[in-house]
């Protein structure tokens, strides 16, 4: 493999459902991927046991399926990296922990959970709220550096419980570049000395990540800001082993719409919004929303997500993923944190539906709502006249229902402000007109349209508000004389006169 191939990792954790920021982190894995003609690896990192959700790992692949990134190596694809998933690769990291053990940049621990939590609370009690295993406390502890050598074989023959943890060195400086984020620095002595691997045969997570990120021959580590903390570690395993380090890039946080902190899980049903790709049901039946079965195109949703912490520099805010690509840099994300947009995410829906070929739209109607008989040319032509309209394909029904009945309601407002007294007999003398229109298209019906207000001197108030509201029952909508085309004149014309009765009897009421 050349040296300078991009490699790059999506790294979720099975823990639950993917969270939108989670398939933000994925998206801009693809991209700079696709944009340097490089690899993008889906890695499934379920060391953690304790925090195993059934169901969650299939969710993830299902959720980037929908979207449409898909990965060139990962678990259901395969690769020559593989096993893609860590449980599949535990046999390989205990020889890299003994590693760090011979070296000296780690040792085995032997203090039991109760030992750990009495030294919290002792701590606690000396008001010392935030105990840490680390370079000043190891030195009280139960581990191979306090531990007479012979005493730690023993406790090792004979299989007595142990983690490994690495030896933070005191009072260093740990720096790196990230790239959004410019020069990180932190110090050693904020640092405590993290477990890496545990005698139940588990690596933890940084370990299993930098032997992956590591043997996977991963070029750019790219993830969320909350793996931020966890860096300067990871810095510094690199160079416990001897490693180059991947470059680093921390994506911003998502925040809430109002800036206050995290998008949660919680906020998306609160306010009204999904927060997760597809619909989720906890084990306990708690139910979440998804984009996708509230009718977002996947497109629309990676386009809003795409700027939720990106831009272009430039005006454009519409992008296929293969623009996307192309126009992505990670220079030009930001690192301050990205506020939700609802209203921007619905914009991003609508646009995407009237970019929409109406043949495709009409498809879409089809599969949503099986009952429907009409040919796939009218469907298409409804799609076209509703699609300005609508933000949702169920709008085009919800909003457009009278291309399929004729409507059994009628507007209250426009039958209280513009059926006069007049206007029954001006509908009469328009069916009349209407009647004699052949081919019976829209542009006939316009011109027809005109001329009857000419002669009769009317104002198009006086008569197309009517008009709508005998085939529609509406006050709003598409062009009239589209709608009564695609109708056809049997329809419009039947209309017309049932409903002619119909209104004039809600008036007198
Ligand atoms: N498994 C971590 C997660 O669930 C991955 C963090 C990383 O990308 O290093 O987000």
Redesign the pocket.
Known sequence: MSENKVRV?????P?GPLHMG?VR?ALYNYLFAKKHNGTFILRI?DTDQTRFVEGAEEYILDALKWCGITPDEGPNVGGEYGPYKQSSRKEMYKPYAEELVQKGKAYYAFDTAEELTEMRDQAKKMKMPNWQYNGVTRSSMKNSLTLPEDEVERRLQNGDPYVIRFKMPRNEDVRFEDIIRGWVVVNTNNLDDKVLYKSDGMPT?HLA?IVD?HTMEITH????E??LP?APL?VLLYEAFGWNAPKFAHCPLLLKPDGNGKLSKRDGDRLGFPVFPTDWTTAEGEKYSGYRENGYFPGAFLNMLAFLGWNPGTEQEIFSLEEMVEAFSLERVSKAGAKFDADKTKWYQQQYLRAASNEKLAQMLKEENPELSQPDEYLASVCELMKERATFVRDIIDEGDYFFNAPTSFDDKTLRKKWKDDTAEIMTEWINRLEKIDPFDASAIEQSFKSFLEEKEKGIGAVLPAFRLLITGKGMGPSMFEISALLGKETTLERMKINIERVNELKAI
Not at 9 to 13: Q, W
Not at 221 to 224: A, D, E, T
Request: net charge negative; proline share 5%; hydrophobic share 25%.
């Open positions: 990792r999506f790294a979720p954790s823990t989670g982190t990192e997570y990540n990120d580590v790219i993830r969320g909350e793996w966890s990871h």
